[in-house]
């Protein structure tokens, strides 16, 4: 009798559900996209901020000088033949750059600089991500896309680290076809031998996931097969971002078996998409045990773990179509106790899933002057016949985002 009132109760309570209403199934759980405007890495991952504090310390050692400089240089770059733009010369002049016209003459440099001789240019210093910094500083995407595909400047961007800030630049300036563009380009010249860096792959599921259209879900899940047949496995970023994309484009039980591959099955935006596409499939006997293990006394995790609120939402609709008296009775409980020991997030699934990545990226190039590096501390240092030993060490890809 308890049951029947519950489910009683339930059935005439007025939920809020979100329908995609541009879809032909009507009654299609979408995740409601909340405006904001961000880029995916952020800007210390993407070694941004370094950038610009090594900007500011040439512009304060060249602060009577630099007009004059810029002056030379524009007349270097115009003569073809007499003079020369040295490494330099190029690094200050990036370094220097504070409105469009700096910019301009970079470009210029850049490309008198890739089609001097190289044999004589016998300095180590890499420019491709110092300049997609820039770039992405001055939020130019149109000149960095240009600069990226132009034929004068052949290997200049030929580093994984300046892929992923451009890729980001596009991502943050809504450019998502341009992205998948760019990954398509970068995967034939498979760079270091790496045919999907991963965090490319994290940022064309993420411009795949905000064009959320058929065919961009049809071209994740090639990329997804792809990855699976060469035993790549995504970064979890990039596996949320499919299975969003898959989600909102009617597909639960594809989203499902995305989310298999996910290493860390308990967090969140994982933990949300699986119950939201077993509500979606009607198995919602399966999603309550999911949604019960944020209650385990056991959990060593002592960050408090939540379900977003319109995913719960997607529960209760679905346990109303069930007409399951003792299963309404459950989730009841179990929203109950949520709400009264705050497991339960206001925050929008979609919001999670495209939250800024603060992490260092997973895939760096090691010639890239501004990418931190990696050092194991002295407990982690081994000691070999009286001699000291000291390891690099980059975190591992399961450690990232």
Aim: hydrophobic share 35%.
């Amino acid at each position: 009798m308890m049951a029947n009132r519950i489910y009683s109760t339930l059935k005439n309570c007025n939920f809020s559900v979100v329908f995609n209403t541009s879809k032909m199934n009507s009654n299609l759980f979408t995740i409601a996209a909340i405006p904001h405007k961000r880029n995916l890495y952020s800007k210390e991952t993407l070694g941004i901020d370094a950038f610009l504090q090594q900007c500011q310390t040439t512009q304060n050692q060249m602060e009577n000088l630099s007009e004059k400089f810029k002056e030379k240089m524009s007349e270097y770059v115009e003569n073809h033949t007499k003079h020369m733009v040295f490494t330099e010369d190029l690094k200050n002049m990036i370094h220097l750059s504070n409105n469009d016209k700096d910019l301009e003459l970079v470009v210029k440099m850049i490309k008198k600089f890739n089609q001097q001789n190289k044999e004589l240019r016998f300095g180590s210093f890499i420019f491709g991500p110092v300049a997609m910094r820039l770039f992405h500083h001055f939020n130019a995407p149109d000149i960095a896309l240009e600069c990226f595909k132009s034929p004068d400047l052949s290997g200049f961007f030929d580093q994984l680290v300046s892929y992923q800030i451009l890729l980001d630049l596009l991502y943050d300036n809504e450019k998502y076809q341009e992205i998948i563009e760019c990954a398509d380009i970068i995967k034939d010249r498979q760079l270091e031998g790496i045919k999907h860096p991963r965090n490319i792959v994290v940022l064309v599921m993420a411009a795949c996931y905000k064009m959320n259209s058929k065919e961009s879900l049809d071209y994740a899940l090639r990329l997804w097969q792809e990855l699976k047949e060469i035993g790549h496995y995504p970064l979890r970023r990039a596996t949320t971002f499919c299975a969003g994309l898959a989600l909102n484009q009617g597909n639960p039980g594809v989203a499902l078996e995305v989310l298999t591959s996910a290493q860390n099955q308990n967090y969140t935006t994982v933990r949300n998409l699986k119950v939201a596409c077993l509500a979606e499939v009607g198995r919602v006997e399966n999603a309550i045990p999911i949604l019960k293990g944020v209650l385990s006394e056991d959990n060593p995790n002592p960050v408090k773990q939540t379900f977003n609120r319109e995913v719960l939402e997607k529960v209760k609709n679905a346990v109303l179509k069930i007409d399951n008296p003792d299963l309404a009775l459950e989730f009841n409980r179990i929203e109950q106790t949520f709400q009264k020991l705050g497991h339960i997030s206001d925050t929008a699934l979609d919001q999670q899933l495209c939250q800024e990545i603060i992490r260092p990226a997973g895939i760096t190039n090691r010639q890239d002057r501004f990418q931190p590096r990696y050092r194991r501390p002295k407990s982690e240092q081994r000691t070999y016949s009286n001699k000291r030993y000291t390891f690099h060490h980059r975190p591992g890809l399961n450690e990232l985002v």
